[in-house]
C-alpha cells in the first residue's frame, strides 16, 4: 500500500520558519516527481513547489520565490519544504504528492499524504 506522509508542520509566529518533511511506504520516492501543494480554509488546493527525481531541477509558484526552498534526499527517502519567513496568509494545509509529469496541477499527481497543518500567527 502507497503512503506519503508530510510532517513537520505546527503553530509558528510571523517571520518565523518550519521545515516539512515528507516521506513514503510501498514506494521510492525517488522515482518521483514530488511536488507541495498547500490549501487554506476555503480555498482550492494551491501549488507552491516541485522537484524533479534527481532533484537538479525546482519550480515555484511565484508568489513563493525567495521565501521557500523544495530539496530532497533521495537515499533517505525524503522530501523536504523549507519555508522562511513565513506569514500569516501561509496559513494552510500542506500536502505532498508524487507523480510522474513536471507539472503544477494537482490531478497530474498520482499519490497524496494526509497533510500537515502550518499555521502562522501574526
Known amino acids: 500500500q502507497v503512503q506519503l506522509v508530510e510532517s513537520g508542520g505546527g503553530l509558528v509566529q510571523a517571520g518565523g520558519s518550519l521545515r516539512l518533511s515528507c516521506t513514503a511506504s510501498?514506494?521510492?520516492?525517488?522515482?518521483?516527481?514530488v511536488g507541495w501543494f498547500r490549501q487554506a480554509p476555503g480555498k482550492e488546493r494551491e501549488f507552491v513547489a516541485r522537484i524533479s527525481r534527481g532533484g537538479y531541477s525546482t519550480y515555484y509558484a511565484d508568489s513563493l520565490k525567495g521565501r521557500f526552498t523544495i530539496s530532497r534526499d533521495n537515499a533517505k527517502n525524503m522530501v523536504y519544504l523549507q519555508m522562511n519567513s513565513l506569514k500569516p496568509e501561509d496559513t494552510a494545509v500542506y500536502y505532498c504528492?508524487?507523480?510522474?509529469?513536471?507539472?503544477?496541477?494537482?490531478?497530474?499527481?498520482?499519490?497524496w499524504g494526509q497533510g500537515t497543518q502550518v499555521t502562522v500567527s501574526s
Open positions: 504528492a508524487a507523480g510522474g509529469r513536471l507539472t503544477e496541477v494537482p490531478d497530474h499527481y498520482d499519490y
Open positions: 510501498g514506494l521510492t520516492l525517488s522515482t518521483y516527481i
